[in-house]
């Protein structure tokens, strides 16, 4: 359970615009691993693999290069695309952009019109992008150029590995990106490359890049060439480093959520027959059979969920319960879907991570001898906008899921027997965990109105140039507080699972719990004492939140 501990810590966006509940620091866990060893990669365009990205969110310390394929790939791509200008009219090359796209650029004003790029599109507004989501990026755009494709010359995406490897960290704002490639954050990161006054942070402490660098050891500025302002800022790399983010979290959330629901089973003494093999098998969703599995493994020994538990609370009225309600019985269809879009997201990422994302894109010539640029549309981030709305929903149905089964908790016969309102002590002087459930049910609203696709909202900009646009940076950035949420709700089941094992543990002796539900709620236990009689319950909840938060309630390895 304490694998992968402090990795969502690692990577929790500051400043989000959800009123999180503090979190306290939770003390390291026995046996907590040294610190991770250095991740070195060489980047060639076409192998960046998503554990490196993940080790990357986790807070590894990175030393990348470029391949040296790569950069011969690079350097050759660059002279075609020089030679090719000569009978081209290529945007961004010797055209300007956007509306002004038929304006053109002479040769002398190459160098000053990539500045002028940077510090025009470095117009975004609010809280940074956490640091190792931006040191991701940066990862994935040199990965994106070290393919050769846009004509930039290899010393470009060496510059930006020249931040990470140094650990110097962009100040990227969040919001000004549409998902038409995400001009503003990553013009922020093209003006820190520069060396000029934008902001970075280094070594805990931020100011301008054009002072910052040289204390990092890096030269203090940089050039960009004709044409090489224009990749930077193309493609949609931080809505994929974002998304990233977002699948660490919800796996590690997913999770935790199985490992609530088994908790919840065993405080109901929950019928073990909807998990049935042959059920799941018959349905062929695997990661509904994957879940049932698991589940299965985790309440495996349990006395609770038997004949006998169910009716020690009430020998003399007892009769069999038949079936428990819908929400119980269906729980590992409706968390299978939040695993399918999981999977299939990290399938799109990983094709991301290795794809050339800018706009134009230079090839050499089919026919005849040379490069040729090709302007198209692969900045687009519609597809990974529309999976990231795709997860929100997935997630706040989990959200749903884990608040109705809260609830469930609290009611003597929707518990079969826990006492009412899950209170210690005598019932009625004591009220117990009433509120604490309430928690959860004020913040599903709020998902749900935060679920809403954002990608169906576009709107044209730019004087009709850019007229479909994708918003998927407002879809990542809804997720990300969702996420933010689905914390809270998820911690409320736990505490109230284990809430209810409490109670009813000593009229079930001789009966064991599963090993995985005991250790879960053991975990817990380790940092929430038993609700006996009222008490200030804030303080539970957010250490309880800080729990899911970094992933110590996680019944399976870090993966």
């Given at each position: 359970m304490?694998?992968?501990?402090?990795?969502l810590?690692?990577?929790?966006?500051?400043?989000r615009?959800?009123?999180v509940?503090?979190?306290?620091?939770?003390?390291?866990?026995?046996?907590?691993?040294?610190?991770?060893?250095v991740l070195?990669?060489?980047?060639?365009?076409?192998?960046?693999?998503?554990?490196?990205a993940?080790?990357?969110?986790?807070g590894?310390?990175?030393?990348?290069?470029?391949?040296?394929a790569?950069r011969?790939?690079?350097?050759?791509?660059?002279?075609?695309?020089?030679?090719a200008?000569?009978g081209?009219r290529?945007?961004?090359?010797?055209?300007?952009?956007?509306?002004l796209?038929?304006?053109?650029?002479?040769?002398?004003?190459?160098?000053?019109?990539?500045?002028?790029?940077?510090?025009?599109?470095?117009?975004?507004?609010?809280?940074a992008?956490?640091?190792?989501?931006?040191?991701?990026?940066?990862?994935l755009?040199?990965?994106?150029?070290?393919?050769?494709?846009?004509?930039?010359?290899?010393?470009?995406?060496?510059?930006?590995?020249?931040?990470?490897?140094?650990?110097?960290v962009?100040?990227?704002?969040?919001?000004?990106?549409l998902?038409?490639?995400d001009?503003?954050?990553q013009?922020?990161?093209?003006?820190?490359?520069?060396?000029?006054?934008?902001?970075?942070?280094?070594?805990g402490?931020?100011?301008?890049?054009?002072?910052?660098?040289?204390?990092?050891g890096?030269?203090?500025?940089?050039?960009?060439?004709?044409g090489?302002?224009l990749?930077?800022?193309?493609?949609?790399?931080?809505?994929?480093?974002?998304l990233?983010?977002?699948?660490?979290?919800?796996?590690?959330?997913?999770?935790?959520?199985?490992?609530?629901?088994a908790?919840?089973?065993?405080?109901?003494?929950?019928?073990?027959?909807?998990?049935?093999?042959?059920?799941h098998?018959?349905?062929?969703?695997?990661?509904?059979?994957?879940?049932a599995?698991?589940?299965?493994?985790?309440?495996?020994?349990?006395g609770?969920m038997?004949?006998?538990?169910?009716?020690?609370?009430?020998?003399?009225?007892?009769?069999?319960?038949?079936?428990?309600?819908?929400?119980?019985r269906a729980a590992p269809?409706?968390?299978?879907?939040?695993?399918?879009?999981?999977a299939?997201?990290?399938?799109?990422?990983?094709?991301e991570?290795?794809?050339?994302?800018?706009?134009?894109?230079?090839?050499?010539?089919e026919?005849?001898?040379?490069y040729?640029f090709?302007?198209?549309?692969?900045?687009?981030?519609?597809?990974?906008?529309?999976?990231?709305?795709?997860?929100?929903?997935?997630i706040?149905d989990?959200?749903?899921?884990?608040?109705?089964?809260?609830?469930?908790?609290?009611?003597?016969?929707?518990?079969?027997?826990?006492?009412?309102n899950?209170?210690?002590?005598?019932?009625g002087?004591?009220?117990?965990?009433?509120?604490?459930?309430?928690?959860?049910?004020?913040?599903v609203?709020?998902?749900?109105?935060?679920a809403?696709?954002?990608?169906?909202?576009?709107?044209?900009?730019k004087d009709?140039?850019?007229?479909?646009?994708?918003?998927a940076?407002?879809?990542?950035?809804d997720?990300?507080?969702?996420l933010?949420?689905?914390?809270?709700?998820?911690?409320?089941?736990?505490l109230?699972a284990?809430?209810?094992i409490?109670?009813?543990?000593?009229r079930?002796?001789g009966l064991?719990?599963?090993?995985?539900?005991?250790?879960?709620r053991?975990?817990l236990?380790?940092?929430?004492?038993?609700?006996?009689?009222?008490?200030y319950?804030?303080?539970?909840?957010?250490?309880?939140?800080s729990?899911?938060?970094?992933?110590?309630?996680?019944?399976?390895?870090?993966?």
């Amino acid at each position: 359970m304490a694998a992968g501990v402090g990795l969502l810590a690692a990577v929790c966006v500051p400043e989000r615009a959800v009123a999180v509940p503090a979190r306290p620091p939770l003390p390291a866990p026995v046996g907590a691993p040294a610190a991770a060893p250095v991740l070195n990669l060489v980047l060639d365009g076409g192998r960046f693999a998503l554990r490196d990205a993940f080790a990357i969110l986790a807070g590894r310390p990175v030393l990348a290069r470029v391949s040296d394929a790569a950069r011969a790939r690079m350097a050759q791509s660059r002279t075609g695309a020089l030679a090719a200008l000569s009978g081209q009219r290529v945007y961004g090359w010797n055209q300007a952009l956007g509306p002004l796209k038929d304006r053109p650029l002479s040769p002398d004003e190459a160098e000053q019109f990539q500045r002028n790029v940077l510090r025009s599109h470095a117009a975004g507004v609010g809280p940074a992008f956490p640091d190792d989501v931006v040191r991701l990026a940066l990862v994935l755009k040199a990965n994106q150029l070290a393919r050769g494709k846009t004509g930039v010359r290899p010393e470009v995406p060496q510059r930006l590995l020249s931040l990470v490897n140094a650990g110097v960290v962009p100040v990227m704002p969040q919001i000004g990106s549409l998902g038409t490639g995400d001009l503003q954050p990553q013009a922020a990161a093209g003006l820190a490359a520069l060396g000029e006054d934008a902001p970075v942070r280094y070594r805990g402490e931020v100011g301008p890049a054009s002072a910052m660098l040289p204390r990092a050891g890096l030269p203090a500025s940089f050039t960009f060439e004709a044409g090489e302002a224009l990749p930077i800022v193309s493609g949609s790399t931080v809505v994929a480093a974002t998304l990233l983010h977002a699948v660490h979290r919800a796996t590690m959330l997913a999770d935790q959520a199985e490992g609530a629901f088994a908790l919840f089973m065993e405080a109901t003494r929950a019928e073990r027959g909807s998990l049935d093999a042959r059920t799941h098998r018959e349905r062929h969703i695997p990661e509904e059979d994957a879940i049932a599995t698991r589940l299965r493994a985790m309440v495996a020994g349990s006395g609770w969920m038997t004949e006998e538990g169910r009716r020690r609370l009430d020998p003399a009225g007892y009769t069999p319960r038949v079936q428990d309600a819908v929400s119980v019985r269906a729980a590992p269809h409706i968390m299978a879907g939040l695993r399918q879009v999981l999977a299939a997201t990290r399938r799109t990422l990983a094709r991301e991570a290795n794809s050339s994302t800018s706009n134009p894109l230079v090839f050499r010539r089919e026919r005849g001898p040379g490069y040729e640029f090709v302007m198209g549309g692969n900045w687009d981030g519609s597809i990974m906008g529309h999976l990231a709305d795709s997860l929100n929903a997935e997630i706040t149905d989990l959200g749903v899921l884990s608040q109705e089964l809260s609830g469930r908790l609290l009611s003597p016969r929707w518990s079969y027997g826990l006492p009412a309102n899950l209170a210690g002590g005598s019932v009625g002087l004591n009220s117990g965990m009433v509120q604490a459930q309430s928690v959860a049910a004020a913040v599903v609203p709020e998902m749900q109105v935060r679920a809403h696709p954002a990608g169906t909202l576009s709107r044209p900009v730019k004087d009709g140039q850019e007229d479909h646009n994708t918003m998927a940076m407002a879809s990542v950035r809804d997720l990300h507080e969702n996420l933010d949420r689905l914390e809270i709700v998820l911690a409320v089941q736990y505490l109230m699972a284990a809430q209810g094992i409490d109670l009813i543990a000593a009229r079930m002796t001789g009966l064991p719990l599963g090993t995985v539900t005991r250790a879960l709620r053991d975990e817990l236990r380790q940092y929430v004492a038993p609700l006996g009689d009222d008490r200030y319950l804030t303080p539970d909840l957010q250490r309880t939140i800080s729990l899911v938060h970094e992933g110590r309630l996680t019944p399976y390895p870090a993966r």
